[in-house]
């Protein structure tokens, strides 16, 4: 079993910076892909960013391609979305989410389907 636990979420300004961790508790860690969604009230998942297993490829949203960054560091068992100039419409839950890379079937990262392991969530609220 795999439980994931997220960190670092708050309050921050329009402009300012917010780095999120997902730290992983289970074997095996570098057999997973790994994924950051975000969700609001009355609206369903969005995908923001994914990385690969061993790092190799990353995928983002439209809406913050150039703003965010995703890493892993597998020695750490954890994933990092590091946020740059941070908006209002970036308010959300944010879950970090584990996809099995083992069986190797095609990476699909924006299919939340795909995903086998989800993070209980973090709160990021951007004011002005």
């Known amino acids: 079993q795999v439980q994931l636990v997220e960190s670092g979420g708050g309050l921050v300004q329009t402009g300012n910076s917010l780095k999120l961790s997902c730290t992983h508790f289970g074997r095996t860690f570098n057999m997973y892909h790994m994924g950051w969604f975000r969700q609001t009230p009355g609206k369903g998942r969005e995908f923001v960013a994914a990385i690969t297993w061993n790092g190799g490829d990353t995928a983002y949203g439209d809406s913050v391609k150039g703003r965010f960054t995703i890493s892993r560091d597998n020695a750490m068992k954890t994933v990092y979305l590091q946020m740059n100039s941070l908006t209002f419409e970036d308010t959300a839950v944010y879950f970090c989410?584990?996809?099995?890379?083992?069986?190797?079937?095609?990476?699909?990262?924006?299919?939340?389907?795909?995903?086998?392991?989800w993070g209980p969530g973090t709160q990021v609220t951007v004011s002005s």
């Open positions: 989410a584990a996809d099995w890379a083992g069986d190797g079937t095609t990476w699909h990262p924006r299919n939340e389907m795909q995903y086998d392991f």
